[in-house]
């Protein structure tokens, strides 16, 4: 993990492989940042137009590297584009904060140590930088690197260099490191970018090595480091505590279900968040198999588990004065001949029975046995997160997840969340009229309806093993949690953490109190 500190050091004198400066786009070209005075003065006030000789522009993610000049420490300065310059107040977007970081930091991957001096007038912006810094810098090298055994020892393929390294370490310039505000702001990026990064890491894991099983025993060794409990009932338990919707989905695997709690608790809270991950290890579809072309990237349909496993051990590091308990329903959606068929019924932990009509519907199936049992605790709240539709991302695309809930003001609450902390989210409706489509002959509930609105489909099959009278959210991450194109900010390729920012400032909403 790249480290963060707040430097007393001027970005002149700061030693460092880079310095790291914002520029925006003005209406007569680019337009240098506050933070980055004593770079501009070191090219005698010429930054901007040396940079716009050189193409730049200030454009939202542009980097552009130059040599610095002799007034330096710092061998090289990198501007970063932050987008449009602001209007009379002066103030920069956390989230432009956020992603100009994020890509500065992506850029400078290999290098040891570099000096940040973007905008950092409040807390809340040293935060933002701090932040997306942290997580540009991210990069999934577990697999890579590897010593080439079969060439001889002398031969130049067997000396493999291995993948860059991120960025060691960030420097952050102007933020005040003996300000309580600043410091508390930081140590909260820490906090967050790390644990936003730990899912990352899960979700990007081969499905080989990231099953049921092994996912509870990370999630009990990071309990046992930040204090937080975790018990996991394996398939016996399961089996004797009738959960049908984990064990009908596992069952096809060698990897049996589990079911993770995780509880984090504070002696003065007065309120409780519960959240329920969706923890497919790998989905196939089942019976109902995945067509060519679809099974590539589904060792990330665990991405709302690993999100809300990252949210409460980040809720246990930062203290918050709130009880915040998480659900993770794991198991692993293959076909074989002891498989849940299309056509089975199955017994649910609430009681009620489902009629499988496609096996791919399979995370809707342990999410219900989950928000079930979460409901037993009566939490004040309940969120739960998932891979859920592909329906979602035809609705919303690739970057902004779906936000439903059996209360509009909770909904409401949540997306605002989302925005405040710079992650692309829209409520949508839970239509009654959907329902009928879900009725069966031959069970209480079928688990597909119609297929136009499929995604609001599903939100309103989980609502029916909400407990009653909880507020409840369901956010379906589908388009956002696994990013397949190049990266861009603070997004790396591949897993992303998606919704982790938003449930970490949902969880410091209720402890303080705001959310009712």
Request: aromatic share 4%.
């Amino acid at each position: 993990m790249t480290a963060l500190t707040l430097s007393t050091a001027g970005a002149a004198t700061l030693r460092a492989d880079a310095l790291v400066v914002g520029v925006a786009k003005g209406a007569k070209g680019p337009v240098v940042a506050p933070g980055a005075e004593a770079v501009d003065k070191a090219f005698d006030g010429k930054l901007a137009a040396v940079l716009e000789t050189l193409g730049a522009s200030g454009a939202e993610g542009e980097v552009t590297k130059l040599p610095a000049p002799s007034g330096l420490k710092a061998p090289v300065v990198l501007a970063v584009g932050l987008g449009r310059a602001p209007g009379r107040d002066g103030a920069y977007d956390a989230e432009a904060l956020r992603r100009a970081a994020g890509s500065a930091a992506r850029a400078l991957s290999g290098a040891k140590k570099a000096g940040f001096a973007l905008p950092t007038e409040s807390a809340e912006d040293a935060g933002a930088v701090a932040e997306g810094a942290l997580l540009g810098a991210y990069a999934f090298t577990a697999y890579q690197g590897g010593e080439d055994k079969v060439a001889p020892k002398s031969s130049k393929s067997a000396k493999k260099s291995g993948p860059k390294q991120p960025l060691g370490e960030v420097a952050l310039l102007g933020a005040k490191p003996r300000d309580k505000a600043f410091k508390a702001a930081a140590d909260r990026a820490v906090a967050v970018a790390e644990e936003i990064n730990r899912a990352r890491d899960l979700i990007n894991t081969p499905p080989n090595d990231l099953y049921p099983e092994s996912f509870a025993a990370v999630a009990t060794a990071a309990g046992k480091e930040h204090g937080v409990k975790v018990q996991v009932l394996d398939e016996k338990a399961l089996v004797k505590g009738g959960y049908g919707g984990l064990i009908g989905v596992g069952q096809g695997s060698a990897h049996g279900p589990r079911l993770v709690k995780l509880a984090y608790t504070h002696p003065k809270a007065e309120k409780t968040l519960a959240l329920v991950g969706k923890g497919i290890t790998y989905d196939s579809g089942g019976i109902s198999l995945k067509p060519a072309g679809h099974n590539e990237t589904m060792k990330c349909d665990m991405s709302g588990a690993a999100a809300v496993f990252a949210t409460v051990v980040a809720a246990s590091r930062l203290g918050l004065r709130v009880n915040v308990t998480g659900w993770l329903a794991l198991a692993e959606n293959m076909p074989s001949g002891n498989a849940t068929r299309p056509g089975d019924v199955l017994r649910m932990y609430s009681g009620k029975t489902v009629e499988v009509l496609n096996t791919d519907a399979e995370g809707r199936l342990v999410l219900a046995d989950a928000l079930t049992r979460a409901s037993e605790e009566a939490p004040d709240a309940i969120v739960d997160v998932a891979t859920l539709t592909g329906a979602m991302v035809v609705a919303l695309g690739n970057r902004t997840f779906g936000v439903m809930a059996n209360d509009d003001a909770f909904r409401t609450a949540v997306h605002e969340t989302a925005e405040e902390v710079g992650e692309a989210s829209w409520p949508m409706p839970l239509p009654d009229d959907l329902r009928k489509g879900m009725d069966s002959p031959t069970a209480d509930i079928a688990n597909i309806g119609e297929r136009m609105g499929g995604g609001l489909v599903a939100g309103v099959f989980l609502r029916e093993f909400v407990g009653e009278g909880i507020a409840w959210a369901h956010l379906d991450i589908a388009g956002p949690a696994f990013h397949e194109g190049a990266p861009y900010g603070y997004t790396p390729k591949g897993g992303t953490g998606s919704s982790v920012r938003t449930l970490v400032r949902l969880a410091e909403r209720t402890a303080a109190g705001d959310l009712g």
